[in-house]
């Protein structure tokens, strides 16, 4: 493909686009060895649906010289790793060139430090307020309007979440860590979630 055709491949990553369209334009970017194409598919994937993401990656991950472009696009912060989802990240963080792993680690480390940071920080100016004894009622409505929209307790809800049932052994310090920054830690059988 020649750059004119990158640059019409492109285009045609917009969301009013088909996703057979956009399927196609994605996996033709991808056959071509052009440094261009892959620039083209790190600039549309904030835009692409999940599926189409996964496609985008898909042609990422074939070529090592990509591999490294989109770890240097998280560098430039053009790519945030939240986009990229847990799956990604642990391929970039386990790459089999080794050279690429390392430097995947590092740039990760990095902006996941500044970000954990600024978690910390939100997580300490709460606690004083989870001290006193909340009130129970206004608990509940909240806890059955904003999470069990994904999360069960005791047999309601909805289950794409863990089930929070008996959850409250925890205490309420764990607990407020696992609600601001559920990622933190991530069951593998929950991985394919992103909660930012
Ligand atoms: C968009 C869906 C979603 C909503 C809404 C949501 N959660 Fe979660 N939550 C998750 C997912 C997914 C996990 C699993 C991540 C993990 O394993 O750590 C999780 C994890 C948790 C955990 C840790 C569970 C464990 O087994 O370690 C707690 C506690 C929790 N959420 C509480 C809440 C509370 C309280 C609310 C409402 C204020 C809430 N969540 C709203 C998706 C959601």
Redesign the pocket.
């Known amino acids: 493909m020649r750059t004119k055709s990158i640059d019409a491949g492109a285009k045609l990553l917009e969301p009013g686009t088909s996703l057979d369209l956009q399927r196609s334009a994605i996996e033709s970017l991808g056959a071509t060895a052009d440094p261009a194409a892959a620039a083209a598919l790190v600039g549309a994937y904030p835009k692409l649906s999940s599926g189409m993401r996964d496609l985008a990656l898909a042609q990422l991950f074939k070529r090592g010289e990509w591999t490294t472009f989109l770890i240097d696009e998280l560098e430039a912060k053009h790519v945030k790793p939240n986009d990229l989802g847990p799956n990604a990240l642990f391929r970039l963080r386990t790459h089999p060139d080794k050279a690429v792993a390392k430097k995947a680690n590092g740039v990760l480390d990095a902006i996941l430090g500044t970000q954990n940071k600024a978690k910390n920080q939100i997580i300490e100016a709460l606690f004083p307020q989870i001290e006193p004894m909340g009130n129970v009622v206004k608990g509940k409505a909240l806890?059955t309007e904003?999470?069990m929209?994904?999360?069960g307790y005791k047999g309601e809800g909805r289950s794409?979440?863990?089930d929070?049932t008996g959850?409250g052994i925890h205490g309420k310090h764990e607990?407020l860590v696992?609600?601001i920054d559920?990622?933190r830690?991530?069951?593998t059988n929950?991985i394919s979630?992103t909660?930012a």
């Open positions: 806890f904003n999470c929209k994904c999360h794409i979440a863990p929070l959850m607990l696992s609600v559920p990622n830690v991530v069951e929950y979630f909660c």
